[in-house]
């Protein structure tokens, strides 16, 4: 996936390489899985005239559209989070961005989880005790 | 003793899937009614999750990604929702049945009635995967379950006829009015039991939770060659011990309290006193894996913030939703329903899960964007296509063989 | 517009060709934010979709799952971006002529 020809191109497949894959902030933290792909517009329904530049991806997006994916049908695409196509730093085996969580709009069940069930029961802000804790360098492994 | 307890996960992992509360009762079943003559099918299993034990931890260690993640990353999101529906049950089912265990085994010590430790249970296995460290965690649930070891103590202390034992693994016997299809069922029981999805998914993500890299290699195929096998030896010497001195008196096993009884005949209050903190850890143990595995499954799936090496309020939807599932737990306990029933009907979604899980597992650890060099060779690639053959076999039997035989009757 | 527009969309150019079982994208280069722009569509005559994608990778292993996926999306083909001559709803129709590229990776 990765094999770059002379040029440095990169191939990118839609449902192989994006579709599915977990996205990780900068600092490695998991965001979402990218459910769908926001392409910027091309006409519909006419023929396209020859020249005309191929779309880009605009944004990842992540949300409701799971069930769209399983069953069919269709969300409204403002109901689901979109994560700009600029802010994507690496393509591997996850995707990495170059901007922090709490930066996007992303995760507002997670916050509301947190402030409002998490963090009231005791002990919920603190590392698990024990030895010395390796922390979430985990999670940013992978990638070729 | 460092590298004992790098062994822990795979011990714990093993443990909480060979030996949980309800394959503790399933093997002293089987030994009371069939001898060790269903003594193949917990080897079958145990080659079988020693190959995909391995394969996943090697995914986890190389390209960090936990079994579940992969599910939907290689397979959709179509395919990995039917392994989720049927995974969770199998997961709450399971850490119901096992806090029940846990509240059995206290039951058995004390005098104090088996509903009232359901909830001091649930609550206890809450604060271990609220607070304590995952390394803690496994190698004291892991270790102090090998106590169950005294099952093979009891074995050797009954002074069994060696011949006699091993000519029931050798061949097929049973009590003369047991039918084929039950002795089928057993056997698909057995080796479901030794594969249970949640072995995988808690194996790969504890290698995640441990940081393990491509220098821990070696230490992650340690586990899986130590850890399982042990798992395996303690199923033998349970159903052994019942086979020994359940299967001539024809005595049944309906209650985790006959599960000990050749064992107290044996070694005296002394092992039997063994056994029980054996039975208590490693229901404990179960307890975790499942409620741990319930956590990761549904978190890797929907891509949240998952493990216990965050602090809880940063893997706020992955804590809220464990709590829950113990507390449902509770709530089923606390019904009446007998908690071993519980897991026989766990045997139904595994064989949706079974090869759901598998299969990607065999891609992935061939893929060299995820595996770079380390993808698998020619004899483990061939050895896990027989073994995806034998799954489906049993994924496709379980649910006939349940109906007919009655789950076993 | 958005992917799942496109994936699995009929695709047609005198006659009925196949699904789109993925779409191709292209970066020029390998730095951050680069414009990913879409470089054609993967049609398979009999399938819908592609998430594992042993037809267009080099992988052979499992050599038995990787036989069964390539057997399935046998046929396929690379449509790139100048040949596709209208999108319509779940239907894509190919200009005149056009080219069947090697689904092939790199």
């Known amino acids: 996936m990765t094999d770059d020809d002379n040029q440095g191109q990169r191939w990118l497949d839609a449902q192989l390489h994006l579709l599915d894959r977990q996205v990780l902030d900068v600092h490695g933290v998991p965001i979402a899985v990218v459910d769908d792909l926001q392409l910027s517009e091309v006409p519909m329904g006419v023929e396209i005239p020859q020249d005309t530049p191929p779309p880009v991806i605009t944004a990842l997006l992540s949300g409701p559209a799971l069930a769209r994916r399983i069953f069919g049908g269709r969300p409204p695409e403002s109901r689901m989070i979109h994560t700009p196509w600029v802010a994507v730093r690496d393509v591997g085996v996850v995707i990495k961005l170059s901007v922090g969580r709490d930066t996007r709009d992303l995760s507002w069940t997670e916050r509301w989880v947190r402030d409002h069930v998490i963090g009231h029961i005791p002990g919920g802000r603190h590392t698990p005790k024990g030895e010395n804790n390796e922390p979430a360098q985990s999670n940013e492994r992978g990638g070729s | ?409 | 517009m958005i992917i799942t527009d496109l994936l699995g969309a009929r695709v047609y150019g005198p006659d009925f060709l196949g699904f789109v079982s993925d779409v191709r994208f292209r970066f020029d280069t390998e730095s951050i934010g680069q414009p990913a722009r879409l470089h054609g569509i993967i049609v398979s005559p009999h399938a819908r979709s592609s998430s594992l994608g042993f037809e267009r990778s080099g992988v052979r292993s499992p050599w038995p799952i990787a036989a069964l996926v390539r057997w399935r999306h046998r046929g396929s083909f690379l449509a790139t971006w100048p040949d596709i001559e209208r999108i319509d709803v779940r239907q894509i129709q190919l200009r005149a002529g056009f080219e069947r590229g090697s689904p092939e990776l790199s």
């Open chain 2, 1 to 409: 003793m460092k590298r004992v307890f790098g062994l822990a996960l795979g011990i714990l992992t093993a443990i909480g899937g060979f030996v949980d509360i309800g394959d503790l009762v399933t093997n002293a079943v089987v030994g009371s009614r069939f001898g060790l003559s269903l003594a193949w099918a917990v080897l079958v299993g145990v080659v079988g999750i020693c190959i995909f034990a391995q394969m996943s931890g090697r995914v986890a260690a190389v390209s960090g990604r936990a079994t579940f993640e992969l599910i939907r990353e290689r397979l959709g999101p179509r395919v990995a929702v039917m392994n989720l529906g049927a995974s969770f049950l199998i997961n709450l089912m399971t850490l119901t049945a096992e806090i029940g265990g846990v509240a059995l085994a206290l039951q058995l010590v004390s005098s104090v009635n088996y509903l009232l430790w359901v909830p001091f249970a649930a609550i206890a296995v809450w604060l271990v995967i609220w607070r304590v460290k995952f390394k803690i965690m496994e190698n004291v649930a892991g270790l102090v379950g090998l106590c169950l070891i005294g099952f093979a103590v009891g074995l050797f202390l009954l002074g069994p006829d060696w011949n006699e034992l091993g000519r029931q693994v050798l061949q097929e016997v049973s009590t003369g009015t047991e039918k084929a299809t039950t002795y089928w069922f057993y056997a698909v029981a057995l080796f479901g039991a030794a594969m249970t999805p949640y072995e995988v998914f808690f194996f790969s993500s504890g290698a995640v939770e441990e940081g393990w890299t491509t220098k821990d290699l070696a230490e992650s195929r340690a586990n899986v060659l130590v850890g399982f096998p042990l798992g395996g030896l303690l199923s033998l010497a349970i159903a052994g011990c019942a086979a020994v001195v359940l299967l001539p008196e024809l005595i049944g096993v309906t209650a985790l309290s006959q599960v000990m009884l050749p064992v107290a005949m044996a070694g005296g209050k002394l092992l039997l006193a063994f056994i029980i903190l054996g039975v208590v850890a490693a229901t404990a143990g179960a307890a975790l894996e499942t409620t741990l595995s319930a956590g990761y499954t549904i978190a890797q799936f929907l891509g949240w913030p998952w493990g216990k090496f965050r602090p809880p309020a940063q893997a706020a939807r992955f804590h809220l939703l464990m709590i829950i599932c113990l507390l449902v737990g509770i709530g089923t306990l606390m019904t009446g329903v007998d908690p071993i029933q519980v897991t026989e009907f766990s045997v139904v979604f595994s064989a949706v899960a079974l090869p759901l899980t598998y299969l990607p597992i065999l891609i992935v650890a061939n893929d060299p964007e995820y595996m770079g060099e380390h993808v698998n060779g020619r004899i483990l690639n061939g050895a896990a296509l027989v073994y995806l053959v034998i799954i489906l076999a049993a994924a496709l039997a379980a649910v006939p063989l349940m109906i007919i035989t009655g789950a076993g009757q």
